[in-house]
T-cell receptor, first 118, second 111 residues
Framework: DTGVSQNPRHKITKRGQNVTFRCDPI?????LYWYRQTLGQGPEFLTY????????KSRLLSDRFSAERPKGSFSTLEIQRTEQGDSAMYLC????????????????FGDGTRLSIL | LAKTTQPISMDSYEGQEVNITCSHN???????ITWYQQFPSQGPRFIIQ???TKVTNEVASLFIPADRKSSTLSLPRVSLSDTAVYYC????????????FGAGTRLFVKA
């Protein structure tokens, strides 16, 4: 178990540019989540995947945001035409959901990608 | 989804036991209670999870009364390194869900 890995750890970009973040979950985990966290606040849910299917999206996920998990393994989160308000820490988490039911396991988080918009 | 209420901050001294209480009056029958710890510039780390009564692991205990409308995270003999933000979450982990983190409780441990 190497943990959830996120890259890059920091990203600085100019307003209007596109950015893409990558998340590599724990290998046997079938669920993957994206969150956004601003200073002094708890993480806010953005979206989650069960394998390669995106099952739920928050209304926070505007049409400038898109997330993919093409092969059910790693995931990418892209923000197009970045705005000042997009500056935040973007967190990825993964968990193991039992297909046959029963208690699912807690989420394991990466250390995030900190996005700064100039 | 059940909303949670926690104290904004707490202070303690090294070696003391710390109890952080979380209120979740609208908890549903199939909801579990989970606590996470977060240090600056890191992602949240799972501490403990429970459904009812008492759960204990190597780092903490979780006390849940019979009505399940609140829960208490107990950290025995805290150290300076326990200074962090602690989040209480309530949710249905049996199916699709979206996790709601509140603002958490900022614990400051002093020497």
């Amino acid at each position: 178990d190497t943990g959830v890995s996120q890259n890059p750890r920091h990203k600085i970009t100019k307003r209007g540019q596109n950015v893409t973040f990558r998340c590599d979950p724990i290998s046997e985990h079938n669920r993957l989540y994206w969150y956004r966290q601003t200073l002094g606040q708890g993480p806010e849910f953005l979206t989650y995947f069960q394998n390669e299917a995106q099952l739920e999206k928050s209304r926070l996920l505007s049409d400038r945001f898109s997330a993919e998990r093409p092969k059910g393994s790693f995931s990418t989160l892209e923000i197009q035409r970045t705005e000042q308000g997009d500056s935040a820490m973007y967190l990825c988490a993964s968990s193991l959901a039992k297909e046959s039911g029963g208690l699912n396991q807690p989420q394991h988080f990466g250390d995030g990608t900190r996005l700064s918009i100039l | 989804l059940a909303k949670t209420t926690q104290p904004i901050s707490m202070d303690s001294y090294e070696g003391q036991e710390v109890n952080i209480t979380c209120s979740h009056n609208n908890i549903a029958t199939n909801d579990y209670i989970t606590w996470y710890q977060q240090f600056p510039s890191q992602g949240p780390r799972f501490i403990i999870q429970g459904y009812k009564t008492k759960v204990t692991n190597e780092v903490a205990s979780l006390f849940i009364p019979a009505d399940r409308k609140s829960s208490t995270l107990s950290l025995p003999r805290v150290s300076l390194s326990d200074t962090a933000v602690y989040y209480c979450l309530v949710g249905d982990y049996g199916g699709g869900f979206k996790t709601i983190f509140g603002a958490g409780t900022r614990l400051f441990v002093k020497a």
